[in-house]
């Protein structure tokens, strides 16, 4: 006989057991709650709960202090160059302002910033990408239909792991909250999808516009960028003698923003998980995200390369995103989470290849690094 452990759902006791069968989901949970209060609370089985909690806790904490590295320094590298001042005070200014901001506990405080950092970095890059000239008809012929170039596997993980990373969806379900911390569940629906249409499409079209940018600078002169310095002389030729400052603007927007995103998404997503609190101004979640910051800062101390950390960040995060996928999908279809908001067959569909190709790279990546591939 299985021993049942007795929970209140709506007032009424329910068991977790069921004509003798141990049940590994809750049937229903508490509304408004983020992504990992949702998992926490879906897995009703101990053993299941608890590698769900370890995975998304490891995962988030190392790819974290990565992203924090890299960004740390690269935002430092633009900022040495704007001012001049040696890059190990300006990564100590910059893991202070994080600091700071964060500190506040002002959720409207952070939005604000966020919004003029990307405002900056999309105006710089789309202008950049502009002036490059690219040849459109290459550009479009390199998105339909997409492709993936030899040797560039790793690099493909990366932008994956960039675009869709996993304490994103931790921050951007937890933001919700407490930017829609009473509306109506419809209204903030439609609203909050809206919002995230709108950010995916910046989002985006800046993406494209770095590229664009590289390609048209790099790869038709057959230079390879190793490091950030590279990176901007290639502008010169069509900015001249403002390539550095206005590489050095975008850079320092881009990592400014992912910065301040790291440690933050980071404290969601431990937090949730965990079942501590999500309050700015807790104590628990201001100390994983100093600790976060802390390992970054440290990262760019050592003077380790920018673009390395971030693409072993980038590619780190791309190989853990199915998990990550998986245990939204599972609470996605979860009738006492949602109930006529679950997900649809459209949803489920799109979803499900979105966790099919991720997973194929994953599977691919992993066995190219355990050399279980054939030569």
């Known amino acids: 006989m299985h021993r049942a452990t007795v929970f209140r759902v709506a007032g009424h006791q329910r068991s977790p057991v069921r004509g003798g069968r141990l049940r590994f989901f809750r049937p229903c949970a508490r509304r408004r709650e983020g992504l990992g209060e949702a998992l926490r609370s ?57 600091a700071w901001l964060l500190f506040t506990g002002s959720y409207k405080r952070v939005e604000r910033v966020f919004a003029v950092l ?73 609203e909050s999808r809206r919002d995230t249409a709108i950010s995916i499409s910046i989002g985006g079209i800046i993406t494209i516009a770095i590229m664009t940018t590289a390609a048209a600078t790099l790869f038709v002169r057959g230079v390879e960028a190793t490091t950030i310095d590279a990176l901007a002389s290639q502008l010169e030729p069509v900015l001249g003698p403002a390539a550095d400052y206005v590489f050095a603007l975008g850079l320092f927007s881009a990592g400014l923003t992912s910065a301040i995103a790291g440690p933050l998404g980071a404290a969601y997503a431990i937090s949730s998980t965990m079942g501590w609190s999500t309050e700015l101004r807790d104590t628990k979640f201001r100390i994983i995200w100093a600790t976060i910051l802390v390992l970054g800062v440290i990262i760019a101390l050592t003077g380790t390369n920018p673009i390395a950390v971030i693409v072993f960040a980038q590619a780190t995060n791309g190989i853990l995103l199915p998990i990550i996928a998986a245990f939204l999908l599972v609470v996605m279809n979860r009738p006492g989470f949602l109930g006529k908001y679950r997900n649809g067959p459209l949803a489920n569909t799109l979803g499900g290849i979105v966790l099919v190709t991720v997973t194929g790279l994953a599977v691919y990546q992993l066995a190219d690094v355990f050399g279980l591939l054939p030569a």
């Open 42 to 98: 879906t897995f009703d089985n101990t053993i299941v709960r608890t590698v769900v909690v370890i995975l998304v806790v490891a995962a988030i904490g190392i790819g974290g202090a990565s992203y924090a590295g890299g960004d740390t320094t690269g935002t430092s590298i633009a900022l040495s160059t704007l001012t001049n001042l040696p890059q190990p005070v300006v990564i100590l200014l910059v893991g202070l302002v994080v």
């Open 118 to 190: 990307v405002a900056i970095m999309g105006a710089v890059f789309v202008l950049t990408a502009i002036v490059s000239r690219p040849d459109l008809g290459q550009v479009f012929s390199g998105i339909f239909p997409p492709t993936i170039p030899d040797g560039a596997l790793l690099v493909t993980i990366a932008l994956i792991g960039t675009t869709v990373v996993p304490y994103n969806l931790f921050l951007h379900a937890s933001l919700v909250q407490e930017k829609w911390p009473r509306t109506d569940t419809a209204v903030a629906l439609s």
